[in-house]
């Protein structure tokens, strides 16, 4: 597959986007989506306007005949399940429902971009449980959901990437300059989350650190905030989310666990596997996929960005 692109010399002022207004509690694999027609607006965050106007486009050689990037081309918009409801990875403004940012929605758009040349896409919310049926019965041609990669889920659908590495991480205080990340908790008070992997994982990191737990995240905030505890150890995009809502916390360092998320892609399409994971390529080697990070998970950061993870690195990708 050529791997030649060109580049976008300019892109509509107003960035394209539909969002489907809902999925039934068991539509899942029901493809008669109530999505609302392209519509201009949807604005997209300031600091993501030159990676948009810099993005790569596939040649139209990349675009195979009577393949599915083909197809795509043609129909003119990207299906996409992700959700409506996800602080800085995919979240709808409630005053303007065309407009929906995070760092999901916005590679979303930017694959839109390679395939179609704008950034147009239809959102479908799915429920964990319905992403691999709205791949299969192709009410959607891609999954940008967190997605992680697994064998299982492999054999079902295909996977791209992976493109992010969760897992968990830690939040302090916004003040709290002495810690900066897992390395730095022992001898200190952690709080982590009753039934989460954090119980067993912070005394296998650090085995001096005194672990408190409490029964949900909120409570886990509310902890932290209130000084009852040195540091909080979760899901790094959860941590993200509850510092987005709260100026009192940030995210320190980055994850000290491995959980890999992929792109999902339909069953049994190695060409658009292959496409989409050039795309992926061209986007770590070119700093849009670091830029679309900072602009978005890592707003509430350290000010450290990761490193891509490498393509086909985890089982199932």
Do not use: H
């Not at 030649?4 to 969002?19: F, P």
């Not at 492999?154 to 002495?178: H, K, R, T």
């Amino acid at each position: 597959m050529s791997r030649t692109l060109r580049r976008r010399s300019t892109i509509a002022a107003s960035l394209a986007l539909v969002a489907s207004l809902a999925l039934g509690a068991c539509g899942g694999s029901d493809s008669g989506s109530s999505a609302v027609p392209p519509s201009a607006g949807g604005g997209g965050d300031d600091a993501l306007q030159e990676v948009y106007d810099n993005a790569p486009v596939a040649e139209a050689a990349a675009l195979l005949s009577d393949s599915t990037m083909a197809a795509i081309r043609e129909r003119g918009v990207l299906r996409v399940a992700a959700a409506l409801d996800a602080p800085l990875l995919s979240q709808q403004d409630p005053s303007n429902p065309d407009d929906i940012q995070g760092f999901d929605i916005d590679l979303a758009k930017m694959l839109a971009i390679y395939i179609i040349g704008e950034p147009n896409i239809e959102v479908v919310p799915p429920a964990s449980e319905t992403r691999e049926a709205l791949l299969t019965n192709g009410t959607v041609d891609v999954v940008f959901n967190t997605y992680t990669i697994t064998e299982e889920r492999a054999e079902q659908i295909s996977f791209a990437g992976p493109y992010f590495v969760s897992g968990l991480a830690v939040a302090v205080a916004a003040d709290n300059e002495d810690i900066a990340g897992i390395d730095d908790l022992g001898g200190r008070t952690v709080i982590v989350g009753a039934n989460t992997p954090a119980v067993t994982a912070v005394p296998e990191q650090q085995p001096t650190a005194e672990v408190v737990s409490f029964a949900t995240d909120p409570q886990c905030v509310q902890a932290l905030t209130q000084g009852r505890g040195d540091a909080y150890v979760q899901d790094y995009t959860l941590l993200a989310a509850d510092a987005e809502s709260n100026d009192g916390i940030k995210v320190v360092g980055q994850p000290f666990t491995e959980e890999a998320y992929g792109i999902g892609l339909p069953p049994n399409d190695p060409d658009f596997k292959d496409f989409v994971n050039d795309w992926l390529e061209q986007i770590y080697a070119d700093g849009s996929w670091a830029a679309v990070f900072d602009a978005t998970l890592g707003t509430v950061g350290d000010g450290s960005t990761p490193e891509p993870p490498a393509i086909g690195s985890v089982p199932g990708s």
